[in-house]
């Protein structure tokens, strides 16, 4: 029998976040960039070593090589051990043959070789997408005092955001006594964070009906905690107060950036007694020459500015030139925005080029119609030619023309 594990922690990062568009062409949802020098799955990683769990699966899926080159062997985050560690796990590697991950449940499935190995007696089901700061080690302390096969991370969420989550109905102990998978009509605003503990012996059990079950969509929020709640077992919810977005929209991605400028938000990144940890290229302090202007903005390590940025996050290796204007945007590692270019509400990948004089985006009240106001989302590589016009809401995937 392996030497046993208290809790060990798998990290669903396999998801093809359809919805941040041209951002996931070329990379896993958990690998976009975030906050100036961070990757989004740099926040699940960090809060397990900072919780003391150091064996960590990754599940990953959808274009996993750059994630896979960015994890590594785990060593910035303080997971590159003898025992335990972080592990990549792809679904070609496991149980039976090459069958992709059907749904989250079918993912852990896969995987229970690799669980077993380290025979855990709790196991924590994270999601690769959330920016959050949070302390596992409490709530698997909570999980144990309730003698609870299921625990889950709640979040009370304004109500009218509600109907995107799914809701739990909770009785004063803190048990589970219902539950609405994104109802119309919310009659809670409890929200699962997607974030989960289990006692593994039980879950094992329900992996295992789950997968034999054929009518079974294999996921945990559809059909495994059902099953387990219809079983009358114990579900508890674990209550969070702290900054969690999910971010899986165009929009979320930008305000979860913009909200590490805002001193109102709950998210601070330089608070070393709960550090996160990343894998930066090393790069040159950055440059802010004197003909700029910059104003509530995050410059990141080897970026050159000439022109001018106000509320905006700038990743590292970022040249804006002289007669540049960047505002309420988020600007990606490598890009290069040239003299005369305006960029505003918009989203701008790795390494693309605004030339001379164009125009990426506009401000709201610069809009006739709002309805047809976003941010505007510019991709990796992609080069938007001198004096050229992207609208909001538009996604560019392509390079774009000079203006004739």
């Given amino acids: 029998m392996a030497r046993k594990t208290e809790c060990i922690a798998m990290l669903l990062a396999g998801g093809q976040g359809s919805r941040l568009g041209i951002l996931t062409k070329k990379i896993a949802k958990p690998a976009v960039p975030y906050g100036g020098k961070y990757r989004i799955i740099d926040f699940p990683l960090s809060n397990c070593v900072n919780s003391g769990i150091y064996t960590v699966g990754v599940l990953t899926q959808y274009q996993p090589l750059e994630l896979n080159d960015y994890i590594g062997n785990g060593q910035p985050w303080d997971l590159d051990r003898q ?16 069958e992709w991950y059907k749904g ?91 974030v989960y503990i289990f006692t593994w012996s039980k879950l094992r059990q329900y992996l295992l009906d789950d997968e034999a079950n054929e009518n079974s969509s294999n996921d945990f929020g559809h059909d495994v905690i059902p099953a387990m709640h219809n079983n009358g077992e114990r ?33 601070d990144l330089s608070d070393s007694s709960w550090k996160i940890y990343s894998r930066n290229p090393v790069a040159p302090p950055h440059y802010v020459s004197s003909k700029a202007k910059v104003q509530n903005s995050m410059i990141a390590d080897g970026s050159t500015i000439d022109g001018e940025i106000d509320f905006s996050v700038i990743f590292a290796n970022v040249t804006v030139e002289e007669g540049a204007i960047v505002r309420d945007s988020i600007v990606m590692p490598g890009t290069v925005i040239k003299s005369g270019a305006t960029v505003q509400y918009a989203i701008i990948g790795e390494n693309a080029v605004i030339e001379e004089n164009a125009v990426v985006g506009k401000r709201p009240e610069d809009m006739n119609d709002l309805e047809k106001w976003g941010v505007a989302v510019v991709g990796e590589s992609v080069k938007i030619g001198r004096g050229a016009s992207v609208e909001p809401k538009a996604m560019i995937s392509e390079d774009v023309e000079e203006a004739k």
């Fill in 235 to 267: 579900l508890f919810a674990y209550q969070f107060d702290g900054y969690w977005k999910d971010v899986g929209t165009i929009d979320s991605l930008w305000e979860a950036n913009l909200d590490l400028l805002n001193p109102k938000v709950d998210l």
């Fill in 83 to 98: 025992n335990g560690g972080v592990h990549v796990l792809s679904p070609y590697q496991q149980i039976q043959g090459s």
């Fill in 104 to 194: 989250t449940a079918n993912a852990i499935y896969q995987n229970i070789n690799f669980i077993d190995r380290y025979n855990p007696e709790y196991v924590a089901v994270l999601s690769g997408d959330h920016i959050y700061k949070m302390d596992y080690s409490k709530m698997l302390e909570f999980h144990k005092e309730k003698d609870a096969a299921c625990t889950i991370a709640m979040l009370e969420v304004p109500w009218e955001e509600a109907s995107r989550f799914g809701l739990m109905f909770v009785d004063d102990d803190g048990k589970i006594t219902a539950f609405e998978e994104k109802p119309k009509n919310p009659k809670s605003n409890k929200a699962s964070m997607g």
